[in-house]
């Protein structure tokens, strides 16, 4: 396989520190993105469970609109049509604020499923015992409902790892980027995807595992009342 | 039952991964056991003698770049100098200059394009280096061109000093990057770099106001200037362009190299060039 | 008047995107049928405990969805020497193929173990309850998800322009490139993702009627 020849390997030893860099850039983009996604996520999701209409609308119209429109279009948004308004954030930001904001619809589905899968007794007790609205939320559903909530959402991170190589396109540098612009530049694409594509999978397989783990306990303590999302 | 369920399963199986993503489905390419045969029955080596077979030359092109490769957006039909060139190359191989098949190739898609057989060339802007050549076969540089700058009129920028701590939009693998990077070093200027699969987009990148420059070489800007946007006098680093085939293409490649040269010796790679109005 | 948005409209720009819809429907309606097929297999094939197919279809359950769509998309486009649109739906097919083929086991695994002891007992041979009496009701349970999947496949479909097919977003892309103003990258872009928008929102009401209508039927 003159693709996969043993001097195209011996280049890309060489240049390891480039796709190191690379790596770096796409955990970092990841955990900040998935910061933004998790606050995002949470906020509408307790919205749309809320008892006041406007907030559950305003939830709807951004799950809406975010779920229903490619995150590469909406990237692309972002990169190219901003300087309309003069505003030119970095690709990284654009990566971290675009895949927070496109997580977010996903994990706000997460939130107000497990939310709901939680007895509206139990909201209603609470109510009745003297607890605030956000009291009983934070006290009483959140902790039950973050045991339904956790797999779904591992496999949301694991999902925002995948497409933060969607930064390759808007020259971010990441670990995606870096294979493509190396290969290019040298023509040694074989070795270059390869090793990134190895690299990939030893981030989100792990996590993947995990999430299938936590959702094998839910389903046996929950006893298959709740099938997790 | 249950063995031929089993059966079943793995049939569709490997039906998946064929259509998917296996690399067991090569293209038809001129393969090493015709090359053997080749000596006894013609003159032609293999790979040339299977082009000429197949009466059609596919070669992989600019799409993007005026007066070299460029996809009339109304005829659909892709033109210029360099897929004269593939013309030219085609009549010595098949006798016949119209029997060419232009693809559009990027710097992403080029290489493999070119590995898996789907196309027999790339005249595409391709530049010669070291490292490529360890890939593919280029010929002798058919065109000699420098890297530039375009910039918006109204930018205020007037050469590469003034660029400390400004973006500059490159093509992936081009061998821009390095050059402009060089250039700045003698300078004592910082610069960024954005790096873009096509050339369109860092154009769009230009007009969005993303990056201050589009740096590629000269006669590529050429094709983009519009009356928002100027090229600047500073010119670095002269890139060869080669004519690229297939490593085993040996046969292939010695016949493009020879027209190359022929058209350069008699006149005719000047013509083409006068022809397109890049000399 | 150069550099507006009125500028954009022209009936030839209208039907150049309209033909990118075209690809991207053609994409995503093939691989989602494909990847139902596939996807039951392999789904099966996991489920089954055999000692060969489950492991070969976990691997490949795992080695797809643990890596990034562009990858998938650049390996279908090189490694297979398809034409860019079929190097499409190859790709999305191996993608789309792994999640329905977990939907599937998912449906597999949500049946009442009972059943298959209570066919057997009524003499029925594995490939019989399969065929007759677990698979249908599993498959009665796909039909919601595969319809999100379907949405989700037409917006990943988008990222089929870095190889070059030219699909809604791709010829969007191409437009960019021949016009030169923000206003009208912002037109470009809002224009396509409206398109996005109406397709998969009419999909997803879809697929909640449809939900509840099986809902309905189960009880």
């Keep these: 396989m003159q693709r996969f020849a043993w001097f195209k390997w011996q280049a890309l030893f060489h240049d390891w520190h480039l796709f190191g860099q690379g790596l770096v850039k796409t955990v970092s983009t990841s955990a900040l993105a998935l910061v933004v996604a998790l606050a995002l996520g949470i906020l509408f999701g307790i919205m749309a469970t809320a008892p006041w209409r406007g ?32 505003i030119y954030p970095t690709p990284l930001w654009i990566g971290v604020i675009g895949l927070g904001t496109y997580h977010g619809a996903y994990v706000a589905e997460v939130v107000r499923a497990g939310i709901q899968s939680i007895h509206r007794g139990q909201m209603e007790a609470a109510l009745s015992q003297g607890f605030t609205y956000s009291g009983a939320m934070r006290h009483v559903v959140l902790p039950q409902a973050i045991q339904v909530i956790l797999p779904p959402l591992t496999n949301q991170a694991v999902a925002l ?54 959702e094998a306990r839910v389903a046996r303590e929950r006893g298959g009342e709740v099938k997790a999302a | 039952m249950k063995k031929f369920l089993v059966s079943i399963m793995a049939g569709v199986l490997a039906l998946a991964f064929v259509a998917g993503c296996s690399s067991s489905t090569p293209a038809p390419a001129p393969a090493a056991d015709k090359k053997a045969e080749a000596p006894a029955a013609a003159p032609l ?101 420098a890297v530039g700058l375009l910039v918006k009129k109204d930018g205020g ?46 154009k769009a990148a ?41 490593l085993d293409n040996k046969g292939l490649a010695q016949v493009v190299n020879d027209v190359v040269t ?18 | 008047m150069k550099g507006s948005i009125m500028e954009l409209l022209q009936p030839h720009l209208l039907l150049f995107m309209g033909k990118g819809l075209l690809v991207t429907l053609q994409i995503a309606v093939t691989s989602i049928l494909l990847s139902f097929v596939f996807g039951t297999v392999i789904g099966v094939m996991r489920y089954s405990r055999h000692k060969v197919l489950a492991p070969i279809a976990g691997f490949y359950v795992e080695a797809v969805r643990n890596s990034p769509l562009l990858l998938l998309i650049l ?30 086991r998912g449906g597999l695994n949500s049946i009442d173990k009972g059943q298959w002891e209570a066919a057997k007992s009524q003499g029925f041979s594995y490939f019989k309850t399969l065929r007759y009496i677990v698979l249908p009701q599993a498959l009665r349970r796909m039909i919601p998800p595969m319809f999100s999947q379907f949405i989700t496949v037409i917006k990943d479909t988008s990222y089929v322009w870095v190889v070059g097919v030219e699909e809604l977003t791709g010829k969007g892309m191409i437009i960019m490139g021949q016009y030169g103003s923000t206003s009208q990258f912002f037109a470009i872009f809002l224009f396509i993702a409206f398109v996005y928008y109406v397709l998969c929102h009419l999909l997803g009401r879809m697929a909640r009627a449809l939900e509840r209508r099986s809902i309905l039927q189960t009880y």
């Design chain 2, 45 to 145: 080596p293999a790979d040339v003698k299977a082009i000429k077979d197949r009466g059609v030359f596919k070669v992989g092109t600019k799409a993007d770049v005026p007066k070299f490769g460029y996809k009339d957006p109304k005829t659909g039909q892709i033109d210029g100098f360099e897929v004269d060139l593939a013309r030219a190359i085609a009549k010595a191989i098949i006798g016949d200059n119209a029997k060419v098949e232009a693809s559009p190739v990027n710097a992403k898609t080029r290489g493999p394009a070119l590995d898996n057989g789907e196309i027999d060339a790339v005249i595409a802007t391709f530049t010669i280096t070291e490292d490529r050549k360890k890939s593919w076969n280029f010929s002798d540089p058919y065109y000699q061109d």
């Design chain 2, 206 to 246: 230009l007009d969005a106001g993303r990056v201050q420059a589009f740096s590629v070489d000269g006669a590529i800007l050429a094709g983009y200037v519009d009356d928002k946007s100027v090229i600047l006098p500073d010119r670095f680093s002269p890139q060869n362009y080669g004519v690229a085939t297939k």
């Design chain 1, 55 to 86: 907030t559950r609308l305003i939830s709807r119209a951004y799950v809406d609109v975010i779920q229903n429109t490619p995150l590469f279009t909406q990237v692309m948004f972002f990169f190219y049509a901003l300087g309309h308004w003069k």
């Design chain 3, 75 to 104: 390996f279908a486009r090189f490694a297979s020497g398809l034409k860019p649109v079929n190097s499409g739906i190859a790709a999305m097919t191996v993608f789309t193929t792994a999640v329905l083929a977990e939907v599937v």
């Design chain 1, 161 to 214: 790892i995948k497409n933060s190589a969607i930064l390759a396109t808007i020259s971010g540098y990441d670990l995606m980027h870096m294979a493509d612009s190396w290969s290019a530049e040298k023509g040694y694409y074989g070795p270059a995807y390869l090793a990134v594509w190895v690299v990939y999978f030893l981030l989100c397989f792990p996590l993947a595992t995990y999430a299938r783990k936590l």
């Design chain 2, 262 to 279: 022929k058209m350069k010796a008699n006149g005719e790679m000047d013509n083409l060039l006068k022809k397109w109005g890049l000399k």
């Design chain 2, 157 to 202: 920028l007037k050469s590469l000093k003034d660029f400390n701590d400004k973006t500059i939009g490159v093509a992936q693998s081009s061998t821009s990057k390095a050059a402009v990077q060089a250039e700045a070093d003698k300078a004592g200027v910082k610069l960024n770099f954005l790096e873009f699969a096509t050339y369109p987009e860092i």
